[in-house]
């Protein structure tokens, strides 16, 4: 059956060159020629003699004689071999695929090489980094990540950013002392000593400090409060810390919190961040060089808050013995433990410290120096300091008692000895040039009378305390972040038509303050003998001076009153008395806070009379006694007897 014969044929036709155009072994005019074989038995022959199949495979052709069995076979055997070749095709393909792309990765990989080696690039750095990190000692999470990192240096180029910000990263995770400490001295009475030889007084302070010390080389953890010195500038803070690491042979980091109000400058930022670094906590460490360093945090009460988060809450973490040990800087990625830090804070004023930082801290304070104990310190420390600051002999110079307390009166007006210190310097240096440019000068002697020479003309004078007893003019004591000063309130009548006018440094509870008193001393002027008319035709107008910058608070009551009542009843009022207290409608005084810097800035001003709430009656026993022996303290309940005291009627 020619036709049949023909149908055959095509298909066997058709599947040979299906497997042709696969197996691609046989060329292409050999292909169109056999192709084009019309003799089906002719056909088979060719086309089987030029694949390469199996003999098994070719014999049921060759054994058969019907040319469409033939061909029936043939396509039967070239259909399975297609379907196998296209098979083998597809998994080979795969494999190469493979194969190119790690062929690729290498290539490239020789190419950066290659660019290294042409830039002049140490070839080795990242063999180095590799090694160098792991001989670090690094905790496993710490080491795996910058193995990570060191791998994906591996694979970017030297020139993009990315390159050399993990280079910075790096740098850091090897500067960074994980896990390596200082050893610290355990002699207690040596660190007594320390603390001694680096400060005068203080002995409260300098207790405390030995028995957490003791209570360290116990336990070996520091677990308990954080200790927080507070007090104004310049009484010793810092420098009382400085002795601790001293003390305990320890690192010493400061921090100033000052006008921290980012997150990130404890925390961090992240390393996406262009000109990324850690936080400042992180950069103390790195600094300090061991894990355990005295950390002294600076005026943990000027820390502020903004959009950019709260520092505070940062804070808390660095120093929450629960979360510290496994602190997270945004930038390292990594935990460092900070257990083992001695966190030192200080501040000048407790009102404005973020409560929860207040509550795991245990405060200290160090209030300020009667001028007994500042001249002391002068001649024991300051001066000797300065003298070896300057490059001077003792043998040039000296610096009587007398002067020293001149300088202390006239040229300074502190609680702490900062300026004292300053004064001091400027003597010693003006000597220092002296001596530098005629070094065969005899010693000068510096005295009270000749100080001005060397200081200029007196900066305070001594009693800027009223000179005479005044009608409307009182003088309070108030509290300030510097320490305690005095102030003066001054009080105008005129004729008008009963308003009250406030001005000067008046905060909002001064000014209620203010009213209370009016209110008060109204409700009582017959008991006065002011006529209640009085009050409707004038005008009231308190002020209180600027010059210090007192803290708002209520405890300027009874002076504000005492000023009213004086100039409403035209008696003066005794300038050589203080007074603080805040003041009820009903004519109670209340107890105020910070008794001992009032009383302090009273003394400065050679005040012996200082009315008090008599609330206040224990404090006094904290005040010292070179004080206390000097002012005469009448503590009070009620406004009247306020008015008795310091009223001359
Ligand atoms: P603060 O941190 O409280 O503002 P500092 O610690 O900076 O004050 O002290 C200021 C200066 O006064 C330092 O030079 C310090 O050594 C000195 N000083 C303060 N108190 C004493 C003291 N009791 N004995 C010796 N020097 C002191």
Redesign the pocket.
């Known amino acids: 059956d020619e036709i049949a014969t023909e149908a055959y044929l095509r298909v066997a036709k058709k599947v040979f060159f299906d497997y042709v155009n696969i197996e691609k072994r046989v060329g292409k005019e050999v292909l169109s020629t056999i192709i084009e074989l019309n003799d089906p038995n002719e056909f088979i022959d060719n086309a089987i003699s030029v694949v390469n199949f199996k003999e098994s495979a070719l014999i049921s052709i060759l054994e058969k004689d019907d040319t469409i069995e033939r061909l029936v076979s043939f396509e039967r055997l070239f259909a399975k071999e297609t379907e196998i070749a296209r098979i083998e095709k597809r998994i080979t393909s795969k494999v190469r695929e493979n194969i190119d792309k790690s062929q690729k990765e290498f290539y490239l990989r020789e190419q950066i090489r290659a660019i290294h080696t042409e830039l002049g690039d140490d070839e080795d750095e990242i063999d180095k980094l590799t090694q160098e990190i792991k001989d670090k000692n690094l905790p496993k999470e710490v080491l795996e990540k910058a193995l990570k990192e060191i791998s994906r240096l591996d694979k970017i180029n030297p020139s993009s950013p990315d390159y050399s910000i993990i280079l910075n990263y790096l740098d850091w995770i090897k500067d960074l002392p994980f896990g390596k400490s200082t050893v610290d001295t355990e002699d207690l009475s040596r660190a007594k000593e320390i603390l001694d030889s680096?400060?005068?007084?203080?002995e409260k302070v300098k207790e405390r400090i030995v028995e957490y010390l003791a209570v360290l080389k116990l336990t070996k953890t520091i677990k308990g409060p954080i200790l927080c010195?507070v007090?104004p500038?310049?009484?010793?803070?810092?420098?009382?810390a400085t002795s601790i690491a001293r003390a305990l042979n320890r690192k010493f980091v400061r921090m100033s919190l000052g006008g921290v109000k980012d997150e990130a400058e404890i925390r961090g930022h992240r390393k996406t961040y262009v000109g990324a670094m850690p936080g400042r906590i992180i950069y103390g460490l790195k600094n300090a060089g061991a894990d355990n360093p005295v950390f002294l945090l600076?005026e943990i009460d000027k820390l502020s808050a903004d959009i950019h988060g709260d520092p505070a809450s940062a804070l808390l973490e660095v120093l929450d013995p629960e979360q510290n040990p496994t602190f997270r800087d945004r930038y390292l990625e990594v935990p460092f433990d900070l257990s083992k830090v001695m966190f030192i804070t200080?501040a000048n004023s407790v009102d404005t410290i973020p409560y929860p930082l207040l509550d795991r801290m245990e405060l200290i304070e160090?209030t300020g120096?009667t001028n007994e104990e500042k001249l002391q310190?002068a001649k024991r420390?300051?001066i000797p300091?300065q003298l070896k600051l300057n490059g001077l002999k003792e043998n040039k110079i000296e610096i009587t008692d007398d002067a020293i307390e001149e300088i202390i009166r006239s040229y300074t007006m502190e609680a702490?000895?900062?300026n004292l210190?300053r004064e001091i310097a400027g003597v010693i240096r003006k000597v220092a040039t002296k001596v530098a440019q005629s070094p065969r000068r005899r010693r000068e002697v510096i005295t009270k009378e000749n100080v001005a020479k060397y200081l200029g003309i007196k900066k305070h004078l001594r009693d800027i305390r009223l000179e005479n007893d005044e009608v409307g003019a009182a003088t309070g004591l108030a509290w300030t972040s510097v320490g305690g000063t005095t102030l003066t309130i001054e009080v105008g009548l005129m004729r008008g038509k009963g308003e009250i006018l406030l001005t000067g440094k008046l905060g909002d509870v001064m000014k209620e303050s203010a009213r209370a008193a009016i209110s008060y001393i109204r409700s009582h002027a017959s008991e006065y003998g002011i006529e209640d008319e009085r009050f409707e035709k004038t005008d009231i107008h308190i002020h209180v001076p600027e010059g210090a910058t007192p803290k708002d608070g209520p405890s300027a009551g009874i002076t504000m009153a005492t000023a009213i009542l004086s100039a409403f009843t035209n008696k003066p009022v005794r300038n050589d008395i203080a007074m603080t207290g805040e003041l009820t409608l009903r004519g109670k005084v209340l107890a105020i806070g910070g008794l001992k810097e009032k009383a302090l800035a009273a003394y400065r001003l050679g005040i012996k009379d200082v009315i008090i709430p008599k609330a206040n009656t224990k404090d006094i026993e904290e005040i010292p006694l070179e004080i206390r022996k000097e002012i005469n303290f009448i503590p009070l309940t009620s406004v009247q007897q306020v008015f008795e005291k310091a009223i001359k009627f």
């Open positions: 680096d400060h005068f007084g203080l010195f007090g500038p310049g009484v010793g803070k810092t420098s009382v600076d200080t160090l120096y310190i420390y300051l300091k702490g000895v900062r210190e």
